[in-house]
């Protein structure tokens, strides 16, 4: 770390969780323990609900929320704990008519490449509006984290995914979603959007700011972060992020 951070901004899924699993015990209390000191946001393409459950659900009782942000759909929203509820802060809203374009293009990529069959069952919605973003899941939202890891494992069908839609939507954002999905959102929407408007509205300079994620690499789903100032920290999976955690406790 270059200086100590005045602001950690963690990816979920592969980082501080597997794949729209809930936190374990373990890392809910190192998070604790890292709120009562930091604030802590936290940045992912999925839902506000989808965080509920995943993450605030799952800290102890006594965890610090007032210093929690959480900015669903890759940083199209923030919301924020005050007088003990979640308000909105902002949110990027895609229209009705955008998200029907976005579906559209999103059917068409997935048969122009043949990667994606919707004529046969899926585990759940393959294609989700959330609000900021729509989602194209390509086993469907519930689908087993087994089959999510060995659907492409080295990105390339993503990537496929990804030039498709981007060629099929140049007035919108295109980004690589978790391991089965892709995100479409406004343009200029992404993660370093969210965590520009996060840093502005918190009043922290982005180089105090540390990002961690278990995709920072190029094409990944933490890449946008690069666009900031923020220092970053790539890590493999969540128990490295736990360990990473440890390390900044006994800095802070
Ligand atoms: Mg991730």
Known sequence: MKTIPRLIIFDLDGTLTESKQPLTEKMAALLARLLAVKPVAIISGGAFSQFLKQVVARLPVDARLSNVYILPTSGAALYEFHNDDWKKIYEERLSEKDKDTIEAAMRAAAEGTG???????????????????????????????????????????????????????????????GATSIDVSKRGVDKAYGLH?????????????LYIGDELERGGNDEAVYKTDAQTKAVANPAETMHFIETILSGA
């Open 197 to 209: 408007k996060l840093c502005e509205r918190l009043g922290v300079k982005e180089s105090d700011a």
């Open 115 to 177: 990667l994606i069959d919707f004529s046969k069952p899926a585990y759940g919605e393959r294609i989700e509006y959330r609000g900021g973003q729509v989602t194209l899941s390509a086993l469907g939202q519930q689908a087993p984290l087994e089959l999510k890891k060995e659907w492409d494992p080295d990105h390339a069908k993503r990537h496929k995914l990804q030039a498709k839609l981007a060629e099929r939507l140049p007035q919108f954002s295109v980004g690589i979603g």
